[in-house]
C-alpha cells in the first residue's frame, strides 16, 4: 500500500514539475517566428493585470487593436492624440517586443474629414494627398525605430481580387497604394512595411493581392510582405490553400500570419471573411455555447490549431510572425462580429487567463518536430 501510496506521490510530482516547466509559445516558437498577439488598452495600460502578466509571459511580439487607426489617433483636422498610442509602444519596448503598427490606410475607422472639405465635399487628389502625408510622416516620424513594422495599407481588394472603390481609390486612384507605401519609408527608411488582408487563401484575392504588390515592387516601392490576416473557422481555409497562399506569398517578401482566430460558432447565412461592416442580427441558433465550449468543439478547435501550426512550421523559413487577434476569449472581437451579442470562444486561452487544449495542442507540436 505504501508502495502504491509513493509511486502515485512521485508521478504526481513529475507531472507537476512538467507542467510548471512546460514551454511558453514565445519560448515553444523561439527558433521559427514571432509569436504575437494585439493588444486592448486594458492590457498596455496594465489595468488588466492578469491580461498584461499573460502577454508578457507568452508573446515576443504585440499588435494594437486600436490605438493607432485614424479616428484613435487623429480624429480631427488639427488634432493627433497620442496618449494611448505612446503607452502601447512604451509596453512593447519595456518588455523587449517587436512592436507592429496597425494601420496607416485603411478605408474603415477612418474619420469623414479626411475625405471632405469643410462643406462635406470630396476633397481633391492633391489635397488628399497632402493629408495622407502629413498623416504618415507624423504617426510613423514620431515612432521612428521603436515600431518596427507598419501594416501600410489595410484591406484594399475586393473578394475577386480587384481593388476595393474605398475614398482613398475614387478621389486619389490607384496609386494610392505606392504613395501610401513612399510616405511610410520616408517617414522611417528602416521599418518594415506590409499589405495587410483578409481571405487571401481564396485563390482570386489571393492573386489579387500578389499583382498588387508586384507592381508595387516592379516601382522599387519598398513592401517587405504580405500579412494574411488568418480569420478562419474550423473547416476555412483548406490545408492546400494555406500552403499555396504561404509558397507565393514568400516569392516576393516575408509571410506573416496578422490576425489569427478560429471561430467556432456557426455562421450567418455562409457569411466568411472580416468586413466590418456586416451586422446580422442574434438568434439563439447562432450562439449555441453561452455556458460553456463543449468539450467537443474545445477537441475540434485543438485540432485544427494543431494542423495549422503543423503548415506553419513545414513553412518557418518563409514565415516571420504569427499574432493572435487578442489575448483571451473574454478579449476577442468575435464576440461581437459579425453577430453582436454572442459568446465565442477563439483564442488559446480562455476568460480567466488560462490555456486551452488548443494551447497544448499548439504546445505539442513544437515538442514533435
Same mark, same amino acid.
Given at each position: 500500500?505504501?508502495k502504491?501510496?509513493?509511486?502515485?506521490?512521485?508521478?504526481?510530482?513529475?507531472?507537476?514539475?512538467?507542467?510548471?516547466?512546460? *514551454?511558453?509559445?514565445?519560448?515553444?516558437?523561439?527558433?521559427?517566428?514571432?509569436i504575437?498577439?494585439?493588444?486592448?488598452?486594458?492590457?498596455?495600460?496594465?489595468?488588466?493585470?492578469?491580461?498584461?502578466?499573460?502577454v508578457?509571459?507568452?508573446?515576443?511580439?504585440?499588435?494594437?487593436?486600436?490605438?493607432?487607426?485614424?479616428?484613435?489617433?487623429?480624429?480631427?483636422?488639427?488634432?493627433?492624440?497620442?496618449?494611448?498610442?505612446d503607452?502601447?509602444?512604451?509596453?512593447g519596448?519595456? =518588455?523587449?517586443?517587436?512592436?507592429?503598427?496597425?494601420?496607416?490606410?485603411?478605408?474603415?475607422?477612418?474619420?469623414k474629414?479626411?475625405?471632405?472639405?469643410?462643406?462635406?465635399?470630396?476633397?481633391? @487628389?492633391?489635397?488628399?494627398?497632402?493629408?495622407?502625408?502629413d498623416?504618415?510622416?507624423?504617426?510613423?516620424?514620431?515612432?521612428?525605430?521603436k515600431?518596427?513594422?507598419?501594416?501600410?495599407? =489595410?484591406?484594399?481588394?475586393?473578394?475577386?481580387?480587384?481593388?476595393?472603390?474605398?475614398?482613398?481609390?475614387?478621389?486619389?486612384?490607384?496609386d494610392?497604394? *505606392?504613395?501610401?507605401?513612399?510616405?511610410a519609408?520616408?517617414?522611417d527608411?528602416? *521599418?518594415?512595411l506590409?499589405?495587410?488582408?483578409?481571405?487571401l487563401?481564396?485563390? *482570386?484575392?489571393r492573386?489579387?493581392?500578389?499583382n498588387?504588390?508586384?507592381?508595387?515592387?516592379?516601382q522599387?516601392?519598398?513592401?517587405t510582405?504580405?500579412?494574411t490576416?488568418?480569420?478562419?473557422?474550423?473547416?476555412f481555409?483548406?490545408?492546400?490553400?494555406?500552403?499555396?497562399?504561404?509558397?507565393e506569398?514568400?516569392?516576393?517578401?516575408?509571410?506573416?500570419?496578422?490576425?489569427?482566430?478560429?471561430?467556432?460558432?456557426?455562421?450567418?447565412?455562409?457569411?466568411?471573411g472580416?468586413e466590418?461592416?456586416?451586422?446580422?442580427?442574434?438568434?439563439?441558433k447562432?450562439?449555441?455555447?453561452?455556458?460553456?465550449?463543449?468539450?467537443e468543439?474545445?477537441?475540434?478547435?485543438?485540432?485544427r490549431?494543431?494542423e495549422?501550426?503543423?503548415?506553419?512550421?513545414?513553412?518557418k523559413?518563409?514565415?516571420? @510572425?504569427?499574432?493572435?487577434?487578442?489575448?483571451?476569449d473574454?478579449?476577442?472581437?468575435?464576440?461581437?462580429?459579425?453577430? @453582436?451579442?454572442?459568446?465565442?470562444?477563439?483564442?488559446?486561452?480562455?476568460r480567466?487567463?488560462?490555456?486551452?487544449?488548443?494551447? =497544448?495542442?499548439?504546445?505539442?507540436?513544437?515538442?514533435?518536430?
Amino acid at each position: 500500500m505504501l508502495k502504491k501510496f509513493c509511486t502515485s506521490f512521485f508521478l504526481i510530482v513529475i507531472l507537476t514539475l512538467n507542467l510548471s516547466a512546460q *514551454a511558453t509559445l514565445k519560448e515553444a516558437f523561439k527558433k521559427d517566428f514571432l509569436i504575437g498577439a494585439a493588444l486592448n488598452s486594458n492590457q498596455f495600460n496594465e489595468r488588466d493585470k492578469n491580461g498584461a502578466e499573460l502577454v508578457k509571459k507568452q508573446f515576443n511580439c504585440i499588435s494594437p487593436e486600436n490605438v493607432l487607426k485614424w479616428q484613435s489617433i487623429h480624429p480631427t483636422k488639427d488634432k493627433y492624440n497620442f496618449s494611448d498610442a505612446d503607452k502601447y509602444v512604451e509596453f512593447g519596448l519595456k =518588455n523587449n517586443m517587436f512592436i507592429i503598427g496597425h494601420t496607416l490606410v485603411w478605408h474603415n475607422q477612418t474619420p469623414k474629414w479626411v475625405f471632405e472639405d469643410d462643406k462635406g465635399n470630396p476633397v481633391s @487628389r492633391d489635397e488628399l494627398l497632402n493629408r495622407m502625408r502629413d498623416h504618415i510622416h507624423t504617426v510613423v516620424g514620431r515612432y521612428k525605430g521603436k515600431v518596427r513594422g507598419w501594416d501600410v495599407v =489595410n484591406e484594399a481588394l475586393n473578394e475577386d481580387g480587384t481593388l476595393r472603390q474605398s475614398p482613398w481609390m475614387k478621389i486619389i486612384g490607384e496609386d494610392y497604394l *505606392a504613395k501610401a507605401f513612399q510616405f511610410a519609408h520616408e517617414a522611417d527608411p528602416d *521599418a518594415e512595411l506590409y499589405y495587410n488582408d483578409y481571405s487571401l487563401e481564396n485563390e *482570386a484575392k489571393r492573386n489579387g493581392a500578389i499583382n498588387l504588390v508586384k507592381k508595387l515592387q516592379a516601382q522599387k516601392i519598398k513592401v517587405t510582405g504580405i500579412g494574411t490576416q488568418g480569420h478562419w473557422n474550423l473547416e476555412f481555409p483548406k490545408i492546400e490553400q494555406l500552403e499555396t497562399t504561404i509558397k507565393e506569398f514568400a516569392k516576393l517578401g516575408k509571410v506573416m500570419v496578422t490576425e489569427l482566430d478560429i471561430d467556432v460558432l456557426p455562421s450567418p447565412n455562409g457569411f466568411s471573411g472580416a468586413e466590418i461592416t456586416a451586422n446580422f442580427e442574434l438568434q439563439e441558433k447562432l450562439n449555441p455555447y453561452k455556458k460553456g465550449l463543449p468539450e467537443e468543439i474545445q477537441q475540434q478547435q485543438a485540432n485544427r490549431y494543431g494542423e495549422i501550426f503543423k503548415v506553419f512550421l513545414k513553412f518557418k523559413k518563409n514565415i516571420s @510572425r504569427i499574432t493572435f487577434w487578442g489575448v483571451t476569449d473574454g478579449d476577442s472581437w468575435k464576440n461581437g462580429f459579425p453577430v @453582436r451579442g454572442r459568446t465565442n470562444y477563439p483564442l488559446l486561452f480562455d476568460r480567466e487567463w488560462k490555456p486551452k487544449l488548443a494551447y =497544448n495542442s499548439v504546445i505539442q507540436i513544437t515538442e514533435k518536430n
